[in-house]
Protein backbone atom coordinates (compact mmCIF):
# COMPACT_ATOMS: atom_id res chain seq x y z
CA UNK A 1 0.00 0.00 0.00
CA UNK A 2 0.75 3.72 -0.48
CA UNK A 3 -0.12 6.29 1.46
CA UNK A 4 -0.31 10.50 0.32
CA UNK A 5 -0.65 13.38 2.29
CA UNK A 6 -1.18 16.28 0.16
CA UNK A 7 0.00 19.85 1.70
CA UNK A 8 -0.17 23.87 0.63
CA UNK A 9 -3.56 24.60 0.03
CA UNK A 10 -4.99 27.56 1.20
CA UNK A 11 -7.17 30.68 0.74
CA UNK A 12 -5.81 33.12 -1.10
CA UNK A 13 -6.89 35.96 -3.92
CA UNK A 14 -7.19 35.81 -7.68
CA UNK A 15 -3.53 36.34 -8.96
CA UNK A 16 -1.34 34.87 -6.66
CA UNK A 17 0.72 31.66 -6.04
CA UNK A 18 0.56 28.08 -4.12
CA UNK A 19 2.59 25.36 -4.32
CA UNK A 20 1.10 22.23 -3.27
CA UNK A 21 3.36 19.04 -1.96
CA UNK A 22 2.85 15.92 -2.00
CA UNK A 23 4.58 12.98 -0.44
CA UNK A 24 4.52 9.09 -0.68
CA UNK A 25 4.79 6.77 2.19
CA UNK A 26 4.80 3.28 2.89
CA UNK A 27 5.49 1.00 -0.31
CA UNK A 28 7.48 3.15 -1.99
CA UNK A 29 10.24 0.83 -3.10
CA UNK A 30 8.73 1.39 -7.23
CA UNK A 31 8.90 4.81 -8.75
CA UNK A 32 4.72 5.70 -9.62
CA UNK A 33 3.13 7.93 -12.31
CA UNK A 34 1.72 10.91 -10.12
CA UNK A 35 -1.19 13.40 -10.93
CA UNK A 36 -2.84 15.67 -9.78
CA UNK A 37 -6.93 15.67 -9.99
CA UNK A 38 -9.33 18.65 -8.82
CA UNK A 39 -13.13 18.32 -7.53
CA UNK A 40 -14.90 21.44 -7.17
CA UNK A 41 -18.32 21.47 -5.38
CA UNK A 42 -20.96 19.52 -7.52
CA UNK A 43 -18.55 18.62 -10.41
CA UNK A 44 -16.55 15.41 -11.17
CA UNK A 45 -13.33 14.82 -10.41
CA UNK A 46 -11.04 16.56 -13.16
CA UNK A 47 -7.28 16.14 -13.93
CA UNK A 48 -4.91 18.83 -13.76
CA UNK A 49 -1.66 17.87 -14.30
CA UNK A 50 0.36 14.44 -14.87
CA UNK A 51 3.94 13.32 -14.37
CA UNK A 52 4.98 9.76 -15.77
CA UNK A 53 7.34 7.69 -13.07
CA UNK A 54 10.46 8.63 -15.30
CA UNK A 55 9.94 11.99 -15.03
CA UNK A 56 10.13 12.40 -18.70
CA UNK A 57 6.41 13.21 -19.69
CA UNK A 58 4.04 15.77 -18.83
CA UNK A 59 0.26 16.53 -19.55
CA UNK A 60 -1.39 19.27 -18.37
CA UNK A 61 -5.28 19.96 -18.15
CA UNK A 62 -5.70 22.92 -20.98
CA UNK A 63 -7.22 25.55 -18.48
CA UNK A 64 -4.24 25.15 -16.18
CA UNK A 65 -1.49 24.92 -19.31
CA UNK A 66 0.79 27.68 -19.39
CA UNK A 67 -0.32 28.39 -15.36
CA UNK A 68 0.49 25.55 -13.50
CA UNK A 69 3.87 23.13 -12.78
CA UNK A 70 3.68 19.80 -11.91
CA UNK A 71 7.18 18.35 -10.96
CA UNK A 72 8.69 15.45 -9.14
CA UNK A 73 11.29 15.80 -5.90
CA UNK A 74 14.00 14.41 -4.86
CA UNK A 75 12.66 12.13 -2.51
CA UNK A 76 11.32 9.34 -4.97
CA UNK A 77 7.42 9.96 -5.05
CA UNK A 78 7.20 13.13 -4.07
CA UNK A 79 5.75 15.61 -6.63
CA UNK A 80 4.81 18.99 -6.59
CA UNK A 81 2.42 21.70 -8.25
CA UNK A 82 3.12 25.03 -8.19
CA UNK A 83 0.35 27.03 -9.20
CA UNK A 84 0.51 30.83 -11.06
CA UNK A 85 -2.40 33.43 -11.07
CA UNK A 86 -4.70 31.59 -10.14
CA UNK A 87 -8.21 32.00 -11.11
CA UNK A 88 -12.00 31.48 -9.26
CA UNK A 89 -12.20 28.82 -11.16
CA UNK A 90 -9.47 27.38 -9.93
CA UNK A 91 -10.94 26.47 -6.28
CA UNK A 92 -11.44 23.09 -5.48
CA UNK A 93 -10.25 20.39 -3.55
CA UNK A 94 -6.97 19.01 -4.61
CA UNK A 95 -5.86 14.76 -5.05
CA UNK A 96 -3.00 13.77 -5.51
CA UNK A 97 -2.59 10.29 -6.83
CA UNK A 98 -0.23 7.76 -7.84
CA UNK A 99 -0.44 5.15 -10.92
CA UNK A 100 1.60 2.00 -11.03
CA UNK A 101 1.60 1.76 -14.60
CA UNK A 102 5.46 1.52 -15.87
CA UNK A 103 4.82 2.02 -19.39
CA UNK A 104 5.66 5.75 -19.52
CA UNK A 105 2.12 7.00 -20.42
CA UNK A 106 0.85 9.94 -18.54
CA UNK A 107 -2.97 8.46 -17.52
CA UNK A 108 -5.61 11.47 -17.16
CA UNK A 109 -8.74 9.26 -15.87
CA UNK A 110 -9.12 9.20 -12.31
CA UNK A 111 -9.92 5.61 -12.79
CA UNK A 112 -6.25 4.63 -13.85
CA UNK A 113 -4.88 5.89 -10.90
CA UNK A 114 -4.39 3.21 -7.80
CA UNK A 115 -3.28 5.62 -4.53
CA UNK A 116 -5.21 8.74 -3.74
CA UNK A 117 -4.47 11.48 -0.99
CA UNK A 118 -6.89 13.07 1.21
CA UNK A 119 -7.08 16.22 -0.56
CA UNK A 120 -6.15 19.57 0.68
CA UNK A 121 -8.54 22.81 -0.31
CA UNK A 122 -7.73 25.63 -2.35
CA UNK A 123 -9.81 28.43 -2.40
CA UNK A 124 -9.14 31.40 -4.70
CA UNK A 125 -11.55 34.79 -4.15
CA UNK A 126 -11.67 37.38 -6.98
Known amino acids: QVQLVESGGGLVQAGVSLRLSCAASGRTDSSYGMGWFRQAPGKEREFVAG????????LYADSVKGRFTISRGNAKNTVYLQMNNLKPEDTAVYYCAADEDQTGLVATSPYDYDYWGQGTQVTVSS
Open 51 to 58: INWRGGSI
